[in-house]
């Protein structure tokens, strides 16, 4: 395991309230909320430069249905999708709060990766996040991933989740802010935090086949549990928090920039790696996929274009 928690310290700390749960629900969806007021504010405020003259994006929202297998109500949330902006190309920002029980291959592979027993006797689970992926119209934006989540069996519970920047057209100062933003909401949590969930991003987010990041990295984080809800918790809003004053000023820099046909086709390459690692490697696309959530709402991070040469 990664993390400082060890798995059999899980097992004895698998007890949460129906009122954490409903606390960390909540607080993605408020998260949701301001990410998607703030990127909507982006689109009003784009009047110049590179599509400044398109109609400005509006999310379209969809509330999201998960069934049993004997179709009772297994969860949900709401899937919202901007396409065709001014600023956004696509982007997706979806919120569920699910619960169940995790079929035969989702047991077997939490049971043998986190080092959890008793998932075959009892594979209840609950599950809340909020996911986010934007594809941007301007090459010189880069595009961008946020999730954060939190994650119940009877057996443990854990956070997970963060964040990592994709230019297709890279530029160290804003690579720099990015890093820089989320290193000061995620020391004062622990002392070198930032530099442990930077390592563990870099590796997660290494496309094998490829031999290369996906990105210019970011933070990553999975099986958080310490012996304290309240603080993981508080370290998983953080990352949330951190997002905006990371990712905006980076799109208000870049939004006017003019682009030619050569960056354009950059920017579509590069979208090809970002769909390959997403199909291929990514844990939540697989676990969306394998646990019967809307099929729409877990390939929403698939970027509208994209281009293998």
């Not at 309230?17 to 689109?43: C, G, N, Y």
């Amino acid at each position: 395991m990664r993390d400082g928690a060890l798995a059999d310290e899980r097992h004895t700390m698998s007890v949460i309230s129906e009122s954490q749960k409903d606390q960390a629900s909540t607080w993605f969806i408020s998260l949701r909320d301001k990410i998607v007021q703030a990127f909507e504010h982006l689109e009003a405020q784009h009047n110049e430069g590179p599509f400044s003259d398109h109609p400005i994006g509006q999310f379209d929202v969809t509330p999201t249905k998960r069934h049993s297998e004997s179709g009772q109500d297994a969860g949900g949330g709401l899937m919202s999708v901007m396409r065709g902006g001014r600023v956004f190309e696509k982007v997706g920002v979806n919120v569920s709060t699910v619960f169940g029980y995790l079929g035969s291959h989702a047991q077997s592979a939490m049971a043998a990766r986190k080092c959890i027993p008793g998932m075959k006797e009892d594979p209840r689970f609950w599950a809340s996040g909020i996911s986010l992926v934007a594809h941007m119209q301007n090459p010189h934006c880069p595009a961008v991933h946020m999730n954060t989540r939190m994650f119940w069996t009877p057996h443990a519970w854990w956070f997970g989740g963060g964040t990592d920047l994709n230019p297709c057209i890279e530029y160290d100062e804003d690579t720099g802010h990015f890093h820089d933003t989320l290193k000061n909401y995620l020391n004062p949590h622990e002392v070198g935090l930032y530099a442990k969930l930077k390592d563990w991003a870099d590796e997660y987010f290494y496309i094998p086949h490829r031999n290369r990041a996906r990105g210019v990295g970011g933070i990553f984080m999975d099986d958080r549990c310490t012996d304290d809800w309240e603080k993981d918790f508080e370290l998983t809003k953080d990352i949330g928090r951190a997002f905006l004053p990371a990712f905006v000023p980076l799109v208000e820099k870049r939004l006017t920039q003019a682009w030619d046909d050569s960056d354009k086709d950059v920017q579509l390459q590069h979208r090809g790696l970002y769909a390959e690692y997403n199909l291929v490697y990514d844990r939540g696309t697989k676990f969306g996929l394998t646990t019967g959530h809307d099929t729409n709402a877990v390939l929403m991070s698939l970027p509208p274009l994209a281009k293998w040469v």
